[in-house]
Every structure is written in structure tokens, then in C-alpha cells.
């Protein structure tokens, strides 16, 4: 996969003759170029739902035996008022109409060419000396090998890395330049930032609910809902919100590829939910912004470290452990957001003919990267209080056990197979190191703490 190459060069045999001066005994295959379909993707897909539309109409014609009537505007299908048209003569209309303008907007699409080329070679051999190269000169800063069209093809800008799998590519999103896709990162994690700075964990709505019923202590000392569970509760609420609020941010980063997605959700929802679940309620603070302060108080202002590691903090983890095992795994395997997409999707379709198509659309790739920083986040809290708390970890062990058997049923039944790449695994790997860091200085801190040996270390 080549990027960065002048559109005007984007020739086949300009392509092919500058490897071939360049890098002597290799033969090239195939060359494709990649161009703006945008909307054309979008058209066909527009296309695609009224031809099914169109079948689904037919189709209820043969067994009824009754032209099929529908509401030509939004909501048709659950408003009773309008006039009704003939179903299947309006679909095929549409059909039409959207087969001239994918017509016509495929002509055009292949005017506008985006700089990105895929070449492929004889084997893998002659692909692997041509990546190496680039990389080798961008390293060294120096000039790859150049040929006779090296000043038309600006071969020394070319961005030459390994193609991801067809499948894995977002066609649609290759037209974002890389620029534009940075820019929108930086506006979307700063949002995703700014939340969670002022609004991490629930130990927030914990301490308004602690402020509302102080007067009421003996009322909730003496409900173990109030006292046990709801906190538990409202911590894994908001720990399962924030999946969803990267996961609809990041609706708006044009990624390249699924596997990149996937790789991106995982870091972000694993770092906010560490501070969230993890962190920020261990050091007793409510929020990141109460964590700022602590970390930058004024000098002779000491913090309040019997704060740290509180009587019922392990408990408080367990509970947590246990209402995701139960809880959580449940939710997932009821797929509550899925059926209100569903429901809203009917509502908007404008016949019944066109519900086949909203089934098909709301079969979700599986979210490996969220699920996986999910686990990874029960898995931490598991790791770092296995020791001040060993009754977390046959807790652990259940929801992992659970957890398991949802995921796998997700995956085989539920879900479209999801594409990641060997990243997302390497990256895994290396937020289990380290959570075992963070085991560590959590039993130094504990001895600090508890058992009042700071001095001797």
C-alpha cells in the first residue's frame, strides 16, 4: 500500500517501470489505484435497500396475493394518516432512479483519485525488500532507491507500508486525508478528555447521595441496598456507560481500517475505565480534577492518607466483580441497545418491506476492542486487590469463567466476525505489565499505610 502519490501519476505502467529501474529483479503483478467512493458507497447502499425493498414487496404479492400499499414519507409504517401508493411500483422507481445516479456517480468517482496505490507483487519476498527499504530510509533520513521517474512519482514522499485484508479497509474513509483524520482526534479525545475530567467516576453521585441522606444515617446503615449495592451499582452504570460514549465519539474519526478502530476504542476505554474503576476511587478522590488537585496542592498541605485503602474498599470491589459477572454478562447477552436501535429503525422504515433490510443493517460487528478493555479493567481490579483482598479473585474467576461463555455465544451467534490486528494483543500484553505494577505499588502503599513501617522503608 502506497500513499502520498501525485494524483496525476497515479498510471499503472509509470508505477510499474519506476519498481522495475529501482529495485532490479522484481515483478509486479497487479497495480490498483483507490478512489473517492464516498458517495458512491453510500448511493449503493441506498440502492441496495430499495431493491430488497422491491423483493420483499414481490414477494408479498405472491403469498397474499395483494398489491402491497405503503406511506411514501418517514414513519410510514407506524402512521395510519396519507395517502397510500403501490409499494412496488414506488421501489422500483427508486431502484431506478438510484441505479442512474450510481451510474453516474461511478463515472465521476473515477476521476478522482486519491494517492493511494496497492501493488502487488510476485511474493512475498520482493514485498517485504520494498517496505524494508522505505522504512530503513526514513529511519536514517536518507533517500529510498530512485529511478528515472523518481521526480515525476515524488517516490521520496511515499508513505509504502504492508495492505491491510480488503475487508478491513473503510473504502468510504481513504478520501480523509491524514491531516484532517489528526485534527478530528484531537477534537474528539479533548471532548472525551474534558469528560472525563469532570465527570470520571460516580464516587461523585456516591458523595451527593452521601450529603442527602446524612441525616438519614441510621435509615441507610440499616438498608443494605442503599449501603452496599447501590454504590456497586452506580460505579458499573457509569464504568458501562463510558464504553458507549468512545464508541459513539468515535463514530466521528474517519479510520482507515476496522482493525485500527478496534486497536483505538481498546486504549481509550481501557484508560478511562482504569481511572474510573480502579484508581480514582483507591486514592478515595471523585474525580480526575480532584486527582489534579491532590497531585499539584501547596507545599505543607499533606493529603490524608488514611484515606487510602478503606475498611470496606474490598468489599466495595467485590461487589463490583460480582454485579459484572451477573449483571453485566446478563445485559450482554440481552443486547438492550440493539433492540431499541431496532425499535427506533422500525418506526422510521416507511413499509413493512423495508424491515428485512433494517435486520440486516443492525447486525453489529462484534466490538473486540471495547469487550476487550472491558475484561482487561475487571481483570486489574482482580490483579491489584488479590492480596490486601483475596476474596476478589474466585469472584475474578467466576466473571472470567462467565464472561468467556457470553463472548464466545456473542461472537458465534450474535455478532458479524470482527477484523483486528496482532496490535491489539501486543497492546493487551503490555497493560497486563503493567497492572502487575500497579499490584506492586499497591501492597507498598497497603504496608505504608496499614501497617505503619514508612519510615523503615
Request: glycine letters at 4%; a neutral charge.
Amino acid at each position: 500500500m502506497i500513499c502520498h502519490i501525485p494524483p496525476e501519476s497515479c498510471v499503472k505502467e509509470l508505477i510499474t517501470q519506476h519498481f522495475t529501474e529501482a529495485f532490479a529483479g522484481l515483478e509486479i503483478q497487479d497495480v490498483q489505484f483507490a478512489f473517492n467512493v464516498t458517495q458512491l458507497m453510500l448511493l449503493e447502499t441506498q440502492r441496495l435497500a430499495a431493491v430488497e425493498a422491491r423483493k420483499s414487496s414481490e414477494k408479498m404479492l405472491t403469498v397474499m396475493n395483494m398489491r402491497p400499499q405503503m406511506h411514501s414519507f418517514t414513519c410510514g409504517y407506524v402512521c395510519c394518516c396519507g395517502v397510500k401508493t403501490d409499494a412496488i411500483e414506488y421501489y422500483s422507481t427508486e431502484e431506478r432512479l438510484l441505479t442512474d445516479a450510481c451510474e453516474a456517480e461511478k463515472a465521476s468517482a473515477f476521476k478522482d483519485v486519491l494517492g493511494i496505490a496497492f501493488v502487488t507483487f510476485q511474493n512475498a519476498e520482493m514485498a517485504h525488500r520494498v517496505v524494508h527499504d522505505y522504512k530503513i530510509s526514513c529511519r536514517k533520513g536518507g533517500m529510498p532507491n530512485t529511478s528515472t521517474l523518481t521526480g515525476v512519482l515524488k517516490s521520496f514522499e511515499w508513505d509504502v507500508k504492508y495492505a491491510p485484508c480488503p475487508d478491513d479497509i473503510f473504502w468510504e474513509n481513504l478520501s480523509v486525508s491524514p491531516g484532517s483524520l489528526t485534527v478530528k482526534s484531537l477534537l474528539v479525545n479533548s471532548f472525551l478528555f474534558i469528560m472525563l475530567f469532570f465527570l470520571t467516576t460516580p464516587s461523585i453521585v456516591i458523595s451527593t447521595l452521601d450529603m442527602i441522606f446524612y441525616k438519614q444515617a441510621e435509615v441507610v446503615n440499616r438498608n443494605p441496598f442503599i449501603s452496599e449495592f447501590l454504590p456497586t451499582l452506580l460505579l458499573w452504570t457509569f464504568s458501562a456507560l463510558l464504553p458507549a460514549l468512545v464508541t459513539w465519539s468515535d463514530r466521528f474519526l474517519p479510520h482507515w481500517t476496522r482493525s485500527e478502530k478496534h486497536h483505538s476504542q481498546m486504549r481509550k476505554v481501557f484508560v478511562f475505565l482504569l481511572f474510573m474503576v480502579l484508581i480514582l476511587p483507591s486514592l478515595g478522590l471523585t474525580s480526575v480534577q480532584a486527582f489534579l488537585q491532590w497531585a499539584l496542592k501547596p507545599e505543607g498541605q499533606e493529603y490524608r492518607w488514611w484515606c487510602l485503602y478503606l475498611p470496606d474498599g474490598g468489599a466495595f470491589f467485590v461487589n463490583y466483580v460480582i454485579t459484572a459477572a451477573f449483571i453485566g454478562c446478563a445485559l450482554e447477552i440481552i443486547r438492550f441497545p440493539e433492540l431499541i436501535m431496532y425499535s427506533l429503525r422500525i418506526c422510521f422504515t416507511r413499509s413493512v418491506a423495508e424491515h428485512s433490510h433494517v435486520k440486516r443493517l443492525l447486525t453489529w460487528e462484534f466490538q473486540f476492542g471495547v469487550q476487550y478493555a472491558w475484561m482487561l479493567t475487571v481483570f486489574s481490579v482482580v490483579i491489584v486487590y488479590s492480596l490486601s483482598c483475596p476474596l476478589i479473585v474466585p469472584a475474578g474467576l467466576f466473571y472470567l469463567f462467565m464472561k468467556h461463555c457470553v463472548d464466545r455465544y456473542n461472537i458465534y451467534f450474535a455478532y458479524a466476525p470482527s477484523k483486528i490486528s496482532e496490535k491489539i494483543h501486543s497492546t493487551a500484553i503490555n497493560y497486563v505489565v503493567f497492572v502487575v505494577i500497579l499490584l506492586q505499588m499497591s501492597l507498598l502503599f497497603f504496608s505504608m499505610v496499614r501497617v505503619g513501617e514508612r519510615n523503615d522503608l
